[in-house]
């Protein structure tokens, strides 16, 4: 085959360079679109892809933590699509959304018979019609992918999902002490335990907070069961609109 027909095969992009270019830059979500789109289908390119739902959510869908309810689930940072497609699979109706449009075409590339509704959102702007929508959140490994000058934002958009009596499911790598987080070089960063108040001020309420034991680098990830009480409105949420009299 002459030589200019052969097809150069895509050199993925480093990712510790792609991340210090971006952050350095101030775009803290920057990054994740050129990884995916420079993985070029490849899934051994994306660090994180298991290519299978994570197994948190697999035994917390068998063993729910409280029933979520209503069947309108949202899967935040949905990156492949494995843990939106397996919310499908369980009779969840469901929307997954991720911040980079490429890995969003990936996900909807790879279950194409999922009825998951895929959309390309920003967690960071969430649009309103999102906001206090659904029964059950999942949140996997998308916070501890994000710099610490955004997680509390990150975490606060995240509750604002839930409608009143909603719950969320949150998987992130945490610290075992402040300490330990303040000197982690990430991502991902290990969250330090202090910052999951964050989602106190969503307006969540903690129900279980589950994990190994810290590895040797003192970290261990947790799995996080969060509700919203039953007549609370997330932040933000545009309230009823009451007819006045007269
Ligand atoms: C570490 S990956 C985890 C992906 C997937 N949840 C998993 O467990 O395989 C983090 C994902 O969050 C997405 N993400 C990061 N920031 C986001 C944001 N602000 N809004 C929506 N998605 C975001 C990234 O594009 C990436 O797909």
């Known amino acids: 085959m002459p030589r200019f027909l052969r097809r150069t095969p895509p050199v993925a992009p480093d990712p510790g360079a792609l991340v210090a270019e971006h952050l350095e830059a101030g775009r803290p979500t920057g990054w994740f679109e050129p990884l995916y789109a420079g993985a070029d289908r490849d899934p051994d390119a994306v660090p994180w892809a298991q290519q299978t739902p994570h197994p948190y959510v697999v035994d917390w869908l068998d063993d729910p933590v409280v029933t979520p309810p209503g069947r309108r689930a949202v899967v935040v940072g949905c990156g492949l699509g494995d843990d939106a497609a397996e919310l499908a ?4 109706d469901v929307v997954a959304f991720d911040v980079a449009p ?4 990936w996900a909807q590339r790879r279950f194409r018979r999922s009825p998951v509704d895929w959309r390309v959102v920003d967690l960071l702007e969430l649009p309103d019609e999102l906001v206090g929508a659904f029964g059950l959140v999942v949140e996997v490994r998308t916070v501890q992918s994000l710099p610490g000058v955004v997680r509390d934002a990150a975490m606060h958009a995240v509750g604002r999902l839930a409608a009143p009596g909603g ?4 998987v992130s790598l945490v610290a075992s002490s402040n300490e330990v987080s303040r000197t982690w070089q990430g991502p991902p960063w290990a969250q330090a335990p202090s910052e999951l108040a964050a989602y106190r001020a969503a307006g969540l309420e903690r129900l279980a907070l589950e994990h190994p034991d810290p ?14 009480p039953a007549g609370s409105v997330p932040p933000g949420a545009g309230l009823p609109i009451v007819p006045t009299p007269g």
């Open 89 to 92: 699979r369980r009779d969840f």
């Open 102 to 105: 490429s890995a969003v075409a």
């Open 167 to 170: 719950v969320v499911l949150a």
């Open 215 to 228: 590895d040797e680098h003192g970290a261990m990830e947790v799995r996080l069961t969060l509700q919203r």
